[in-house]
């Protein structure tokens, strides 16, 4: 216990540690409008498509700044996304199909851009392959200000456009009949996407930050039925699990902070499948013996009652 204090003392892991929990929280609050919308694999593929990004982005510049790999992963993902679109509106290629084109061409890419950096000269010093996987520890003072500033962003427009967010989420049709510009709202969801995965990738990488997006909003699914306190409760989990991950990683050097905290997210994600109110699975077994012992009850009493009128 001591030396978790003595290390939460020391500033780099107190840095890192905001950066975790403001990522988790943007992230989960993002993710909700994800999963209502029945889009979680957009998450996963526009992950996976800001790889390429991010590897021309040091290609053009030779630098490792989060600022030029955000620029880089996000034309990507914008690219992504419209090229998803474009597929799904001019064939009849489904969506489904469609993410999954697109991450495979985009992932595949990014692993060949990756590789021919790591045999170039300058391949030994860009430590990009920690991209896929995260490496919290590798974040330095500026990449934590730049995660800060942006997630409290990201949290800071869906704030605004909640009411927007919302009807697009339930009834883009009806959205639509109000006159809301619901291809704009929709691509301005995408791109917030985008901008939360890329800020995501150094600390939680490529392949698991699509599971930072969507497990803490549908584990946050099972405790409420109103999409404010779904909102706030995905944010929450998502930053306790960003917090437990980090915190474990501190007391561990050998352990990586990203997996620990999708690892954490996914702990939570089971705690509510079985311990939440009215649709976890404990809860559904109580009522189910109440009903029944109710049931059993009911009939020992109408039997009584027959038997004494007889």
């Not at 409420?224 to 995905?234: D, I, P």
């Amino acid at each position: 216990m001591s030396k978790m204090i003595e290390l939460l003392q020391d500033p780099n892991v107190e840095w890192i540690l905001m950066a975790s929990v403001l990522l988790g929280i943007s992230s989960g609050v993002l993710g909700s409008f994800s999963y209502l919308r029945k889009q979680s694999l957009m998450g996963d593929a526009l992950a996976h498509a800001a790889l390429p990004g991010v590897c021309i982005a040091f290609m053009l510049t030779g630098s490792k700044s989060i600022l030029f790999f955000l620029i880089g992963a996000a034309v990507a993902g914008l690219i992504a996304t419209f090229g998803i679109g474009y597929i799904t509106r001019h064939s009849r290629i489904k969506q489904d199909a469609a993410l999954g084109i697109v991450l495979s061409v985009f992932f595949g890419l990014g692993i060949v851009l990756l590789t021919q950096i790591q045999h170039s000269d300058s391949g030994n010093q860009s430590g990009l392959d920690k991209f896929l996987f995260g490496q919290a520890a590798g974040m330095v003072r500026s990449d934590v200000i730049t995660m800060a500033i942006v997630s409290c962003l990201l949290v800071g427009v869906c704030a605004l456009m909640y009411k927007e967010f919302k009807l697009l989420s339930f009834d883009p049709g009806f959205a639509r009949g109000l006159g809301l510009p619901v291809a704009i709202l929709d691509q301005l969801m995408m791109f917030l996407i985008v901008v939360a995965v890329v800020v995501g990738i150094q600390a939680v990488g490529v392949v698991l930050m699509a599971a930072m997006l969507i497990t803490p909003a549908v584990s946050a699914r099972y405790w409420t039925e109103r999409l404010g306190v779904m909102v706030v409760l995905s944010g929450l989990f998502g930053g306790l699990s960003g917090m437990i991950g980090t915190l474990i990683s501190t007391a561990d050097d050998h352990l990586p902070t990203g997996p620990l905290s999708v690892l954490a997210a996914t702990s939570l994600f089971i705690i509510s499948v079985l311990f939440a109110p009215k649709r976890g699975v404990v809860s559904k077994l109580l009522l189910r013996a109440s009903v029944k012992r109710q049931a059993q009850a009911d009939m020992e009493k109408r039997t009584l009652e027959r038997g004494g009128t007889a």
